[in-house]
T-cell receptor, first 115, second 112 residues
């Protein structure tokens, strides 16, 4: 049973460029959340996708957008990259129902560096 | 507002016991999570408390006091591999299906 997978592992971009990060949820999971984690900080919620729609959104600008596909995988797109976008981007998946508590399983993350 | 506070860093000795505290303020409450995160890796689930009291799971235990907005993670028989950041997180409202609000994490350093 594969866990949450993310690609790529590392990415280097320059200011102004655009980036797409990808996530495949754990088998049986249908809800995907994206988090941004700056060095030395806790994860910050970006948004959550369920049934191919954005259901919840954190305090992030419109430069951050996403998509969920019918197979539940998801993409995070960031446009017009800023130096401050450099962070570890985490994808987490869970079942939308049938669990006693909301345990999320995290992928290994994508380390984005903006130069 | 909603806020989670944890100490930034703690140091302990191999074989000893350490307690990592977390205080929180949320508009509703639907449980508190503890995650472990090794440097450069994703967080991994340690515990979930929704009722007051202590829950023990091997070398790790987690305590919750809802009236005080307080939790702690207790690590016993510390091993070098326990060197990591420990993050406290809560759902922001009463619906457990929403995203989590995270503390900044406590970096635990284990010395021989």
């Amino acid at each position: 049973d594969a866990g949450v997978t993310q690609s790529p592992t590392h990415l280097i971009k320059t200011r102004g460029q655009q980036v797409t990060l990808r996530c495949s949820p754990k088998s049986g999971h249908d809800t995907v959340s994206w988090y941004q984690q700056a060095l030395g900080q806790g994860p910050q919620f970006i948004f959550q996708y369920y049934e191919e729609e954005e259901r919840q959104r954190g305090n992030f600008p419109d430069r951050f957008s996403g998509h969920q596909f019918p197979n539940y995988s998801s993409e995070l797109n960031v446009n017009a990259l800023l130096l401050g976008d450099s962070a570890l981007y985490l994808c987490a998946s869970r079942k939308s129902f049938g669990t006693v508590y909301n345990e999320q399983f995290f992928g290994p993350g994508t380390r984005l560096t903006v130069l | 507002g909603q806020n989670i506070d944890q100490p930034t860093e703690m140091t302990a000795t191999e074989g000893a016991i350490v307690q990592i505290n977390c205080t929180y303020q949320t508009s509703g409450f639907n449980g508190l999570f503890w995650y472990q995160q090794h440097a450069g890796e994703a967080p991994t689930f340690l515990s979930y408390n929704v009722l007051d009291g202590l829950e023990e799971k091997g070398r790790f235990s987690s305590f919750l006091s809802r009236s005080k907005g307080y939790s702690y993670l207790l690590l016993k028989e510390l091993q070098m591999k326990d060197s990591a950041s420990y993050l406290c997180a809560v759902p922001p409202g009463t619906d457990s299906n929403y995203q989590l609000i995270w503390g900044a994490g406590t970096k635990l350093i284990i010395k021989p």
